[in-house]
């Protein structure tokens, strides 16, 4: 895996990249680090600095992670690796290891952010905000009832892409 610049982002569709391919959010450090798939998200350029939002339950494993962290990783794949990103999003770390389960193997970047070796492209990035979402702040009412009817709201984390890697 090697560094590249944010130019790179420049060549992808967010939405297709983010929506339709998936992705892996990552957190924790080698010696304990959970992932889990999301196709919601997304990319853009706020407070001077490139950013990446997501939104995660906090009811997910992970969440414990993002919360104890300051480094996460967004990570893309092939289509080949849909098996595993299948995997990581219907398992729970809680209950096994997904890594291993899925096939994908580990790897610990230079700020020691977890990624995965089969990742196309991996954004190393660093938490700036989090908000936890609330009912009555929902101004369209049927949308709070579709997506959220008896399950937990996501906590929304705002994070500065600081790195890169191809």
Same mark, same amino acid.
């Given at each position: 895996?090697?560094?590249?610049?944010?130019?790179?982002?420049? !060549?992808?569709?967010?939405?297709?990249?983010?929506?339709?391919?998936?992705?892996?959010?990552? /957190?924790?450090?080698? $010696? @304990?680090?959970?992932?889990?798939? /999301?196709?919601?998200?997304?990319?853009?350029? *706020?407070?001077?600095?490139?950013?990446?939002?997501?939104?995660?339950?906090?009811?997910?494993?992970? &969440?414990?992670?993002?919360?104890? $962290?300051?480094?996460?990783?967004? @990570?893309?794949?092939?289509?080949?690796?849909?098996?595993?990103?299948?995997?990581?999003?219907?398992? @729970?770390?809680?209950?096994? $290891?997904?890594?291993?389960?899925?096939?994908?193997?580990?790897?610990?970047?230079?700020?020691?952010?977890?990624?995965?070796?089969?990742?196309?492209?991996?954004? %190393?990035?660093?938490? *700036?905000? !989090? @908000?936890?979402?609330?009912?009555?702040?929902?101004?369209? !009412?049927? *949308?709070?009832?579709?997506?959220?009817?008896?399950?937990?709201? &996501?906590?929304?984390?705002?994070?500065?892409? %600081?790195?890169?890697?191809?």
């Amino acid at each position: 895996m090697k560094q590249s610049s944010l130019e790179v982002l420049g !060549k992808e569709n967010p939405f297709d990249l983010i929506g339709q391919q998936w992705m892996l959010i990552t /957190a924790g450090n080698k $010696d @304990s680090f959970n992932t889990m798939t /999301a196709s919601w998200g997304g990319l853009g350029y *706020l407070w001077n600095k490139p950013v990446a939002f997501i939104f995660v339950r906090p009811e997910r494993y992970t &969440h414990d992670f993002i919360e104890s $962290d300051g480094k996460i990783t967004l @990570s893309f794949y092939p289509e080949s690796c849909r098996k595993a990103l299948q995997i990581c999003g219907t398992r @729970s770390g809680r209950d096994c $290891d997904k890594a291993r389960e899925a096939g994908l193997t580990p790897v610990e970047l230079d700020g020691g952010a977890m990624t995965f070796g089969e990742a196309r492209l991996t954004l %190393e990035c660093r938490k *700036l905000f !989090k @908000s936890d979402m609330k009912a009555e702040e929902f101004l369209d !009412k049927e *949308l709070f009832g579709k997506w959220y009817g008896g399950q937990g709201l &996501h906590s929304v984390y705002v994070l500065e892409i %600081e790195k890169v890697w191809e």
